[in-house]
């Protein structure tokens, strides 16, 4: 809902200024791509609960006085700006705190099925809220909605303190560090890790810029009004609540596939697994040069494996059953 209220009334503000709208999309999400990172440490540190807690009256507190500015028509574009860029940080802290609490509630052995079903109740805000917001835009004006939205921060605080402690699954604390010491070192990223976050940059930048697009395509190429930009919001989030109503079909965790083939699998290859004898190469052993490599250091036989290897080698290898 505060979306949907916010974008409309930066359009109204701004004489449907594509600047403007991009300008408070940019200051409410950069917070979060420069400061997740430390919301993450700072929910490992602290108590996720009491943070969460802190997170959403901060929130409330936020939407409550944009709001009273835009009821008293005296709200300015600055105003939107300051305040989308305040409610940023604050859910730099809270979306990592959030996703990590799921695993308190329900224990490690459920957190996919959690995390869906967590998907699925934010979807489904997301499906309900802006038909809601554009109806009490074109009834009451933006103002309401955030009055509304500030409220509503007051119900998820009084649930998460009426949460049991005693029953959350809490994970052991870390030893506390000694003075000066600095950890461990540097760890090589997974190549698959990396691949998947890759793909995640590729897919946020140029699959998930539609909140910009949809309200501009309203205003200025579809004509409408608020309640009609709402259904094209909800639209959108139909099809993530399918999707996270698929993923909750899930029973335990998933279990990590064969990747392709990297540097850290030819590592692999090259090392037997009674580590009698060691490889010099992907494609010999040292203790038999002038023979095909051993099973123990053959790598497995799949078809992208299969195209990298020699023509000379290929041809004396003994099939695998």
Same mark, same amino acid.
Request: aromatic share 6%.
């Given at each position: 809902?505060?979306?949907?209220?916010?974008?409309?009334?930066?359009?109204?503000?701004?004489?449907?200024?594509?600047?403007?709208?991009?300008?408070?999309?940019?200051?409410?999400?950069?917070?979060?791509?420069?400061?997740?990172?430390?919301?993450?440490?700072?929910?490992?540190?602290?108590?996720?609960?009491?943070?969460? +807690?802190?997170?959403?009256?901060?929130?409330?507190?936020?939407?409550?006085?944009?709001?009273?500015?835009?009821?008293?028509?005296?709200?300015?574009?600055?105003?939107?700006?300051?305040?989308?860029?305040?409610?940023?940080?604050?859910?730099?802290?809270?979306?990592?705190?959030?996703?990590?609490?799921?695993?308190?509630?329900?224990?490690?052995?459920?957190?996919?099925?959690?995390?869906?079903?967590?998907?699925?109740?934010?979807?489904?805000?997301?499906?309900?809220?802006?038909?809601?917001?554009?109806?009490?835009?074109?009834?009451?004006?933006?103002?309401?909605?955030?009055?509304?939205?500030?409220?509503?921060?007051?119900? +998820?605080?009084?649930?998460?303190?009426?949460?049991?402690?005693?029953?959350?699954?809490?994970?052991?604390?870390?030893?506390?560090?000694?003075?000066?010491?600095?950890?461990?070192?540097?760890?090589?990223?997974?190549?698959?890790?990396?691949?998947?976050?890759?793909?995640?940059?590729?897919?946020?930048?140029?699959?998930?810029?539609?909140?910009?697009?949809?309200?501009?395509?309203?205003?200025?190429?579809?004509?409408?009004?608020?309640?009609?930009?709402?259904?094209?919001?909800?639209?959108?989030?139909?099809?993530?609540?399918?999707?996270?109503?698929?993923?909750?079909?899930?029973?335990?965790?998933?279990?990590?596939?064969?990747?392709?083939?990297?540097?850290?699998?030819?590592?692999?290859?090259?090392?037997?697994?009674?580590?009698?004898? +060691?490889?010099?190469?992907?494609?010999?052993?040292?203790?038999?040069?002038?023979?095909?490599?051993?099973?123990?250091?053959?790598?497995?036989?799949?078809?992208?494996?299969?195209?990298?290897?020699?023509?000379?080698?290929?041809?004396?290898?003994?099939?695998?059953?």
């Amino acid at each position: 809902m505060m979306v949907v209220a916010q974008d409309w009334l930066v359009l109204d503000l701004s004489g449907d200024s594509v600047t403007a709208l991009a300008t408070v999309t940019a200051l409410q999400f950069t917070p979060m791509l420069l400061l997740t990172l430390y919301g993450g440490r700072v929910a490992d540190r602290y108590d996720k609960r009491a943070l969460l +807690t802190w997170t959403n009256v901060v929130s409330g507190l936020l939407a409550l006085p944009l709001g009273l500015l835009v009821a008293g028509d005296s709200a300015r574009l600055w105003h939107v700006y300051a305040f989308a860029f305040a409610l940023g940080v604050a859910g730099a802290v809270e979306m990592p705190t959030r996703l990590s609490f799921i695993a308190e509630l329900v224990g490690p052995d459920l957190v996919p099925n959690a995390s869906a079903l967590s998907g699925a109740y934010f979807n489904v805000a997301r499906v309900l809220g802006p038909p809601l917001a554009g109806l009490l835009i074109e009834a009451v004006g933006p103002g309401t909605v955030m009055l509304v939205n500030a409220a509503s921060y007051a119900a +998820t605080v009084a649930g998460l303190r009426a949460m049991r402690p005693g029953e959350l699954h809490h994970r052991p604390r870390r030893g506390t560090r000694r003075p000066g010491h600095r950890g461990p070192g540097p760890r090589a990223v997974p190549a698959d890790l990396v691949m998947t976050l890759a793909l995640l940059a590729a897919v946020s930048l140029f699959g998930l810029n539609l909140p910009l697009a949809l309200p501009l395509m309203a205003r200025t190429v579809f004509r409408t009004d608020a309640t009609a930009f709402g259904l094209l919001t909800a639209a959108l989030a139909a099809g993530s609540l399918l999707a996270a109503f698929t993923g909750t079909l899930r029973r335990g965790r998933p279990q990590p596939a064969w990747s392709s083939p990297g540097p850290a699998a030819s590592a692999s290859w090259r090392r037997p697994p009674d580590g009698r004898r +060691t490889c010099r190469s992907r494609w010999s052993c040292s203790s038999r040069r002038d023979s095909p490599p051993c099973p123990s250091c053959r790598p497995p036989t799949t078809a992208s494996n299969w195209a990298a290897i020699p023509p000379s080698a290929a041809g004396s290898w003994p099939s695998t059953p």
